[in-house]
């Protein structure tokens, strides 16, 4: 008995030092160091346009309609891009489910963008695994690009250009692909925009 207490004595110490360590004091470094050298990061990428949250440069959006770039397939059920239900499709590539949806989907986009079958890249037509991406790859934007410049009386090279200036670059240089966040684009999209048309008002008065 005595021997069974000397051995609980050191192993009880042993686990209320290692729970103040990993369970209070790690957690609490982890968070300073997010608030004071990662504080954009740690509250969310927030986007915020007129004193309003409007969006996260990590969750992705739905965007329908000829003036937006769309985004890709969302899996997370009857609301797409639903952050308290994320998750894929699940479905394999020969799910007969699975082949039928990217069919049509293929047929979408290229009906709706005026291109070749052959010419709708993968991202497209499949859902991301978290089914919250907010990235298309720079050959979906590509596809969009003329419609989103002739709904929004806007030249190719000018969307190009913002299209150019919303693609985050592999990690390091070479950590990963290069992706076109569609929020921000569809953001930098409406307030050039607004900006070209209010000159064009501005010059016909």
Partial sequence: MDATIRQLGPAI???????VITGVLYPLAVWGVGQVAFRDQAAGSL?????QVVGSRLIGQEFTGPRWFHSRPSATGATPY???NSYGSNLGPTNPE???LVRERRAQVAK?????LSAVPPDAVTASGSGLDPHISP?????????VARANQLTPSQVARLVDENTDRPSLGFLGEPGVNV?????????????????????TR
């Fill in 82 to 84: 639903d952050a308290m």
């Fill in 47 to 51: 986007i915020h346009r007129d004193g």
């Fill in 112 to 116: 709706e963008n005026g291109v070749a």
């Fill in 13 to 19: 110490r042993v686990l209320l030092v290692l729970t």
């Fill in 98 to 100: 699975l082949v039928k």
């Fill in 183 to 203: 929020v921000g684009v569809n953001l930098a999209l409406r307030e050039l925009r607004d900006l070209v048309h209010h000159n064009q008002q501005a010059r």
């Fill in 139 to 147: 050959a979906y934007a590509r596809v969009q690009l003329s419609r």
